[in-house]
């Protein structure tokens, strides 16, 4: 029993090495989307041309993730740790020597190539060493990496794009990284791994083609149109290659995703509502640094600082919600986090121009207790009721899943709000004619104003207009955005009713002592 004792309490120092690989990851992605401005300046390119550092770290990463169950199980999870760590570090070292665009995407393709992996085999890695009456706790602590660092992410950036070159968002990344080999390979303990285990080409193939071609089509549906031949081929080619890769993993032995995993029903469910949640994550993250930047006029630097509060408490409610959950069970937490978080969210759909930063907080921060309450519990209830030697498995087809869900959430709130910004611009504009009441009264004094001012009495009368036309399209923005963020809640509102139909394996002392 001592040494049991021992071993349970033996994990905190390991389970720290992982989150700050995580972190790192996580952290790099969402500090980089701030310096897309200040590299199309640098490196003299369209903004059409340097979206794909995002997108190439993006698709890079997915493409990976089905990749880290097979690697964990044939060469061991701590083995895959540390070389996906060290590509990620390397890839950072590169991105900071970046001389063009084009270095700069193929460093970040090899930055998601092992940043992609870091994030299931960690997973994978936790429910090896962590006692099963305890790892709601770690699983809660690791997840704060999952959800402070998108937040932290542009404060971070903002400030050294402010400060300091545009290269630290990168190097910053090395010690980090550096640190993270050297104490896994002090620290972490290799697991059981499958010497006969075989490669499923096929299974990498097809999944491979598929992912890249969904992901692809879902970053680039609203530039390029939904309807456009190029999106259009590419929806094809994914849903062929996806419905291949379907139909190969459930008929061959040793799949590269075990599919049938998902005929357990609560796995299944804490899959399918872990990626509804992630919708209204993304959204939030989406969405806000839109509302703030082109509408209260704030930076990217102080955007972060606004969300800096909210992240936080996410982080702080993470491991609560993890030990709530070795108590409790996942339901009750689970639902009462997901009715904060969806009403909450349905609360940002009054936002206004003339909104307080101080009320945004408040909002974002009530936002955040409900998803720091929701996210670890839904998540480990799925992956407790998988065999210890399936976790690997588990862990990519959960991450690829909620990798899409979240894809696919950006695409449709961005689609969305583009399409009733139009709705609603053209709707104040009928309101706004000439000959409406007030109208022409107030287009008046302005033109006299601007008169009174030097202008002539063409463009005093043009620069009116444009005047009039910007309020237009900046309030149009504004119930856009509102109209988006009441998509988002009912995404979170229909997640609510399968909790009910989660059937959880709890654990006491005893059985969790004997299973370790």
């Known amino acids: 029993m ?20 995580a972190f790192a990851a996580i952290l790099s992605s969402s500090s980089v989307n701030v310096a897309i401005p200040k590299l199309m300046a640098i490196f003299g390119v369209s903004s059409s041309e340097v979206q794909w550092v995002l997108t190439g770290y993006m698709l890079s990463s997915a493409i990976v993730i ?19 760590l060290a590509v990620f570090t390397a890839g950072s070292v590169l991105c900071s020597f970046a001389w063009s665009n084009q270095s700069l995407i193929v460093f970040r393709v090899l930055q998601g190539l092992g940043g992609g992996i870091i994030m299931p085999i960690s997973m994978a890695i936790i429910y090896r060493i962590v006692p099963l009456n305890q790892i709601g706790l770690a699983l809660g602590v690791w997840g704060m990496s999952a959800v402070m660092a998108p937040a932290i992410g542009p404060t971070l950036g903002g400030y050294i794009l402010e400060h300091f070159s545009w290269r630290l968002l990168f190097l910053i990344n090395i010690p ?8 896994s390979i002090l620290l972490l303990k290799e697991t059981p791994t499958k010497e006969k285990t075989k490669f499923d080409f096929w299974g990498f193939f097809l999944s491979t083609v598929g992912c890249f071609a969904l992901l692809l089509a879902l970053s680039e549906g609203s530039k390029e149109g939904w309807d456009s031949y190029y999106i259009v081929m590419l929806f094809i080619i994914s849903f062929f290659s996806l419905l291949l890769f379907v139909m190969h993993e459930l008929s061959t032995q040793e799949p590269l995703l075990d599919l049938r995993l998902l005929k357990n029903s609560t796995f299944a469910l804490s899959v399918f509502v872990g990626g509804l949640i992630n919708i209204g994550l993304f959204g939030g993250v989406f969405l806000t640094p839109l509302f703030t930047q082109n509408l209260m006029g704030m930076s990217a630097y102080d955007t972060g600082l606004l969300l800096l509060p909210a992240s936080l408490i996410s982080g702080i409610m993470m491991p609560i919600s993890g030990a709530l959950f070795d108590r409790f069970g996942a339901k009750a937490i689970s639902i009462v986090g997901l009715t904060i978080l969806a009403v909450s969210t349905w609360e940002l759909k009054y936002l206004t121009a003339d909104t307080s930063t101080l009320e945004l907080m408040v909002i974002l921060s009530i936002r955040s207790v409900g998803m720091g ?9 799925g992956m407790n009721v998988v065999a210890k030697p399936l976790v690997g498995q588990a862990s990519a087809l959960s991450n690829v899943i909620r990798q899409i869900f979240a894809s696919f959430g950006i695409a449709v709130l961005s ?17 706004i004619s000439s000959g409406t009441p007030g109208v022409d ?9 601007l008169v009174s001012a030097g202008l002539s009495s063409d463009t005093a009368t043009s620069t009116a207009l444009s005047y009039i036309w910007g309020v237009i ?32 394996k709890r654990f006491n002392n005893k059985a969790a002592s004997q299973e370790g």
């Open 415 to 431: 689609t969305i709000m583009q399409n009733r910004q139009i709705f609603h611009a053209a709707r104040l504009s009928d309101g």
């Open 176 to 183: 980090v990284g550096l640190l993270g080999i050297f104490l």
């Open 66 to 84: 089905p990749l880290s169950g097979y690697l964990g199980d044939r060469f061991g999870n701590k083995k895959v740790f540390i070389y996906s």
């Open 473 to 504: 399209q900046k309030q149009a923005l504004v119930l856009a955005i509102d109209d988006t963020f009441l998509v988002s809640a009912i995404f979170i509102f229909i997640a609510i009713p399968p909790i009910f139909f989660l059937k959880e």
């Open 441 to 449: 009264l107030g287009l008046a004094q302005l033109k006299g104003a």
């Open 2 to 21: 001592k040494n049991q004792q021992e071993q349970s309490g033996s994990f905190w120092l390991p389970l720290f090495v992982i989150v700050t690989g």
């Open 373 to 381: 309450l929701a996210m670890m519990p839904i998540s480990t209830a």
